[in-house]
């Protein structure tokens, strides 16, 4: 099953992958980073299983990361 991941460390909060995919992001109140909703924390990284319908809406997003802190595994 494709995953998606975020390195939650770098994250600037820009907001931009809420803006595309509200389903799968938010921001936290508490940092001001973007939240992978349903992510499981994995050494440092959040790790969520996507089923396949939501791959390229979510390689989209991480392409238009500004830093390149989510990326897609298929
Ligand atoms: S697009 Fe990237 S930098 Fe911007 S909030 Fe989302 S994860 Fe963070």
New binding site residues.
């Given amino acids: 099953m494709a995953k998606i991941i ?1 390195y ?1 460390d ?9 803006e595309l995919q509200p389903e799968y ?1 938010r ?1 936290s109140r508490k940092d001001g ?2 939240t992978l909703i349903g992510g499981k924390l994995k050494r440092d990284n959040y790790v969520l299983p996507i089923p396949d319908h939501d791959i390229v809406k979510s390689q989209e ?1 991480a392409e ?7 990326k897609v595994f298929l």
Avoid: E, F, S
Wanted: glycine content about 4%.
């Fill in positions: 975020h939650r770098k994250c600037i909060g820009c907001n931009i992958c809420y992001w921001l980073k973007a997003v238009h990361c500004p830093v390149k802190v989510i």
